[in-house]
T-cell receptor
């Protein structure tokens, strides 16, 4: 399958700081990237969908000013958690897809801990 | 009603058993179905991708879609301890919609 690289895999930050997570499609051009959040023993919760060159579409209840998503190129999307708080601690996962009706591939995930 | 329903388990089977994992969905417009495997603290790994009704086989894995019943299945033959993971079904409809995931444990 195609490769999606997510970085960093783990990050610990202080409350009030911002953290940037990168998601790269290494061997294909991703017209769409998805960002998910996953709590322990729960399924993936879609946060937002981003199409290259367009503003991200956020799911209901997700604060767009807190979770900034940029999809500036066909191989890179970033999620910035601004003014992080301990309740933002979670496992964040990105997914990338080449075309609408094709498979989506996932990154390895980023475990964020806010202290 | 959730768009995709999946029994979270856990499901425990002996090594070598045939495993059946299932999801039901409510939207008859769904046409693309996927199964992912997720190990603890890792991103999901795509196992199978199917379109419309029918069966698809890949090694020990068989994905089955019954659109008339809005029911999809993943069968694992000759299950191994390394198959122990959470299995997520997903529907591709512009965005991905996931089931809750079924935790599978294969005991040696």
């Amino acid at each position: 399958g195609a490769v999606v690289s997510q970085h960093p895999s783990r990050v610990i930050c202080k409350s009030g700081t911002s953290v940037k997570i990168e998601c790269r499609s290494l061997d294909f051009q991703a017209t769409t990237m998805f960002w998910y959040r996953q709590f322990p023993k729960q399924s993936l919760m879609l946060m937002a969908t981003s199409n290259e060159g367009s503003k991200a579409t956020y799911e209901q209840g997700v604060e767009k000013d807190k979770f900034l998503i940029n999809h500036a190129s066909l191989t890179l999307s970033t999620l910035t958690v601004t003014s992080a708080h301990p309740e933002d601690s979670s496992f964040y996962i990105c997914s990338a897809r080449a075309e609408r009706d094709t498979e989506a591939f996932f990154g390895q995930g980023t475990r964020l801990t806010v202290v | 009603q959730k768009e995709v329903e999946q029994d979270p388990g856990p499901l425990s089977v002996p090594e070598g058993a045939i495993v059946s994992l299932n999801c039901t969905y409510s939207n008859s417009a769904f046409q693309y179905f996927m199964w992912y495997r997720q190990y603890s603290r890792k991103g999901p790994e795509l196992l199978m991708y199917t379109y419309s009704s029918g069966n698809k086989e890949d090694g020990r894995f068989t994905a089955q879609v019954d659109k008339s019943s809005k029911y999809i299945s993943l069968f694992i033959r000759d299950s191994q301890p390394s198959d122990s993971a959470t299995y997520l079904c997903a529907m591709n409809t512009g965005k991905l919609i996931f089931g809750q995931g079924t935790t599978l444990q294969v005991k040696p």
